[in-house]
């Protein structure tokens, strides 16, 4: 195993200026959390931007002062890893409209001195792509050499290449779509109602009062539920019980009950409902299907590396071959790969499930350096 990044610290960076949304709308101030690993070089043309998927935050590698745990995808990134720092200066940014240092719902509004709640505007997966493009800017970055995430950021990494194309060397989507399928937005839509049918809930307007943390862990129950499969959940619960449980006392009495409502109370201690919201609704929205993908620009010099897992249910290899089609008959250099990983959709953020997505970008990426 090859040693990884050690202490990192979370950067931020602020838009002065009004940032104008695809809405029409403006913010101001805008910041965005971000961390950054290795060096970037004389010719500044070695950043490797890294695309957060829904819930996750700038902390992909390294751990904070005195936390024990990693970042989400440290086995990803370090010297000797798939991106590996002795090579890139890899970026990850917290999306605009979260809950982890960048401007979102939670945010304190200029205008009245309290948080935002749902006089925070509609934001797009577009938008938080343009306010990225700031903070690169900023850096002094004309172009990244890949762009890479999975899921959401998966999504992103694809927002990237459609609407700035020409600053983007490599594109990486791993267990994505170019536009959610009705399934997809149903169970969002049943998270979001899960929030929204609590009380605590109060119309957006609960902080700094109860949260609605029944609501909210219950939207990440069902969703944790999308994010493995059967074959996951047979292998690390099957219908085990807790134990001497009484029976029938609509108690956690499968030990599969008691994990889903450890991770859901473990959510609300680190996520905003109203991000939950906004965020899935700007995936909802989100649409690069037939020409939309490419409608800002050639393609044809952007290298894409396609990763599915068999066992994604949730984000089905078909919507990556699909993709890949789109890709194709546009004449872009496009390689898929399916990966027979058994965990689902959250196979990408699991270390041994990805050995084979770590070993296909660490390969895809030094081809085209």
Known sequence: MTKGIEAVETKYFTMAHEFRLESGRTIVPVTLAYETYGLLNDKKDNAVLVMHAFTGDAHAAGSHKGDKGKGWWDFMIGP?????TDRYFVICINVL?????????????PKTGKPYGLDFPVVTLGDMV????????????????????????GMLALQWAALHP???KCVIPIAATLKHSPQQIAFNEVGRQAIMADPAWNGGDYYGKAIPEHGLAVARMLGHITYMSNESMEKKFSRRVKGDTGGFQFS?????????QYRGQNFVKRFDA?????????????????EKLFEKGDLGQTKFLVIAFKSDWLYPSSQSQNMVRQLKMHHVDATYCEI?????????LIETEGSRQVHLIKHF???WK
């Open 97 to 109: 409209g979260g809950c982890k240092g960048s401007t979102g719902p939670a945010s304190v509004n």
């Open 365 to 367: 990426l030094a081809n």
């Open 340 to 348: 027979n990983a058994s965990y689902g959709h959250d196979s990408f």
């Open 252 to 260: 956690p009495d499968f030990e599969v009950e008691g994990y889903l």
């Open 130 to 153: 343009n306010a990225q493009v700031k903070l690169i800017d900023h850096l002094g970055i004309d172009k990244v050499y890949a762009v890479l995430g999975g899921s959401m950021g």
């Open 80 to 84: 000797g890893r798939a991106l590996d």
């Open 166 to 168: 020409e600053r983007v």
């Open 274 to 290: 109203n991000s939950y919201l906004y965020i899935t609704k700007a995936m909802d929205f989100f649409d690069l299907s037939g």
